[in-house]
C-alpha cells in the first residue's frame, strides 16, 4: 500500500533558527513528491514539487527539500524560520489523480 | 491565480439530514477533489472526477456520493449525515497537463453533524 510517513507531528522552534521537517516515502508510492502548507484557517497551498532531475528542490518562501531515492525520503529544511512560518505542511506522494498525504507536521516559531 | 470557492466555512447539520457541499474553481480544471481532513490524520480522499460526469472513488468513499454536471462545479454529498463526518472538508482542482500539476485547495468547509 502506498504511504508517506511525516515523521514528527509537532516542530517547535525558535525564529531565525533552522528547521527541517522529516518525510518518508514508501517505494510503491510514484516517485512525485510534495510539500504543501496550510496556514490558519486557510485551504493547502504548494510549497514546492519533485518530479525528476535535481535532487534539491526549491520551493517558496526559503523552503527547500532533498530527494534521497536510498533513503527513501524527502526532508523539508528552512535555514531561518520567522513566525510566519507558523503552519502545518503535509509531504504528499503519488500520481496526477490519487495524491496520499502525510499525518502532517505543525510547525510552531516561537520569538 | 486559481480560485477554488467552497460555498459554505461552516455548516451544522443534524443527524439523519441530508448534506451538500459545494465546490467551484474558476479556471476550467478538469480535475476535482474532495478531502476530508481529521487531525492526526491527515488528508484523505473521498471521490474525484476527472471530467463532467465522470467520478471515480477515493480511499474512503462510503457514505459520501458525488455530483458533477458542470466542468466548474463539483458537489459532495452526505446521504444520511452521521456523527463520525463531523470533519474539515476540502476541495481542489487540478489540470491534467503537465507532470504533477499541483493541486489548488478551497479554504475549507468545516462540517459539524450533531
Known amino acids: 500500500a502506498q504511504s508517506v510517513t511525516q515523521l514528527d507531528s509537532q516542530v517547535p522552534v525558535f525564529e531565525e533558527a533552522p528547521v527541517e521537517l522529516r518525510c518518508n516515502y514508501s517505494?510503491?508510492?510514484?516517485?512525485?513528491l510534495f510539500w504543501y502548507v496550510q496556514y490558519p484557517n486557510q485551504g493547502l497551498q504548494l510549497l514546492l514539487k519533485?518530479?525528476?532531475?535535481?535532487?534539491l528542490v526549491k520551493g517558496i518562501n526559503g523552503f527547500e527539500a532533498e530527494f534521497n531515492k536510498s533513503q527513501t525520503s524527502f526532508h523539508l529544511r528552512k535555514p531561518s524560520v520567522h513566525i510566519s512560518d507558523t503552519a502545518e505542511y503535509f509531504c504528499?506522494?503519488?500520481?496526477?489523480?490519487?495524491?496520499?498525504f502525510g499525518k502532517g507536521t505543525l510547525l510552531t516559531v516561537n520569538p | 491565480d486559481v480560485k477554488v470557492t467552497q460555498s459554505s466555512r461552516y455548516l451544522v447539520k443534524r443527524t439523519g439530514e441530508k448534506v451538500f457541499l459545494e465546490c467551484v474553481q474558476d479556471?476550467?480544471?478538469?480535475?476535482m477533489f474532495w478531502y476530508r481532513q481529521d487531525p492526526g490524520l491527515g488528508l484523505r480522499l473521498i471521490y474525484f472526477?476527472?471530467?463532467?460526469?465522470?467520478?471515480e472513488k477515493g480511499d474512503i468513499p462510503e457514505g459520501y456520493s458525488v455530483s458533477r454536471e458542470k466542468k466548474e462545479r463539483f458537489s459532495l454529498i452526505l446521504e444520511s449525515a452521521s456523527t463520525n463526518q463531523t470533519s474539515m472538508y476540502l476541495c481542489?482542482?487540478?489540470?491534467?497537463?503537465?507532470?504533477?500539476?499541483?493541486?489548488?485547495f478551497g479554504n475549507g468547509t468545516r462540517l459539524t453533524v450533531t
Open positions: 519533485y518530479l525528476s532531475g535535481s535532487t
Open positions: 479556471m476550467d480544471h478538469e480535475n
Open positions: 481542489a482542482s487540478s489540470t491534467p497537463s503537465g507532470q504533477a500539476p499541483p493541486l489548488h
Open positions: 517505494s510503491s508510492v510514484s516517485v512525485y
Open positions: 472526477s476527472y471530467d463532467v460526469k465522470m467520478k
Open positions: 504528499a506522494g503519488g500520481s496526477n489523480y490519487k495524491l496520499t
